[in-house]
């Protein structure tokens, strides 16, 4: 079946270090974008890219770092920078119909 | 900026009750809106959408009309069912930005019981 796959489900951070989110799809889809989601909060936009080799900064994408070797693979770095890490992460795809957005089932981030 | 409002959660409901829940919006232009659901422990799915005023977007027994007059966007449900039990997000994209690039609303808790 076709579909987004993030690992790992739980990571924790110590301080001072970088730590990276798998987000792998096998859908075909250009477009890739990573989601911040608090508890109580809307989904926050971090990065995103329509093509391979190719990115953009989201709303909120200080304190993070993405690549886009691979059309079926977007990794995110949290880094150091980022002081307040705590939250649960979405990798999604875009089905190219006017914004249907498909999601990984997602990466709960938290500190030790 | 664009934004999106809901009402607050949660809301808890009876098995075979209405349910609506309010979404408003605020952009520059005209946005097309969607209502995404998040069932516990998963990412998001996309429940319906609706590009233009006036639109109907439906599925599952859900509706929500794109009101460009209120900028809004309600979803409702005539007979909600315990499995409907879920958070859902209204959303809204402009046509100017990349498809994927959505404004959420804080998203609205429902809790059904039997």
């Known amino acids: 079946d076709g579909g987004i796959t993030q690992s790992p489900k739980y990571l924790f951070r110590k301080e001072g270090q970088n730590v990276t989110l798998s987000c792998e799809q096998n859908?075909?889809?250009?477009?890739m974008y990573w989601y911040r989601q608090d508890p109580g909060q809307g989904l926050r936009l971090i990065y995103y890219?329509?093509?391979?080799?190719?990115?953009q900064k989201g709303d909120i994408a200080e304190g993070y770092s993405v690549s886009r070797e691979k059309k079926e693979s977007f990794p995110l770095t949290v880094t150091s920078a980022q002081k307040n890490p705590t939250a649960f992460y979405l990798c999604?795809?875009?089905?190219?119909?006017?914004?249907?957005?498909?999601f990984g089932s997602g990466t709960q981030l938290s500190v030790l | 900026g664009n934004s999106v409002t809901q009402m607050e959660g949660p809301v808890t409901l009876s098995e075979e009750a209405f349910l609506t829940i309010n979404c408003t919006y605020t952009?520059?232009?005209?946005?097309?809106l969607f209502w995404y659901v998040q069932y516990p422990g998963e990412g998001l799915q996309l429940l319906l959408k609706?590009?233009?005023?006036?639109d109907k977007g439906s599925n599952k027994g859900f509706e929500a009309t794109y009101r460009k007059e209120t900028t809004s966007f309600h979803l409702e449900k005539g007979s909600v069912q315990v499995s409907d039990s879920a958070v859902y997000f209204c959303?809204?994209?402009?046509?100017?930005?990349?498809?994927?690039?959505?404004?959420f609303g804080a998203g609205t808790q429902v809790v059904v019981t039997p």
């Open positions: 859908l075909n889809h250009d477009a």
């Open positions: 952009a520059t232009g005209y946005p097309s």
């Open positions: 959303a809204l994209q402009m046509t100017t930005d990349s498809w994927g690039k959505l404004q």
């Open positions: 890219s329509q093509i391979v080799n190719d990115f």
């Open positions: 609706a590009t233009k005023a006036d």
């Open positions: 999604a795809s875009l089905q190219d119909d006017h914004g249907k957005l498909f």
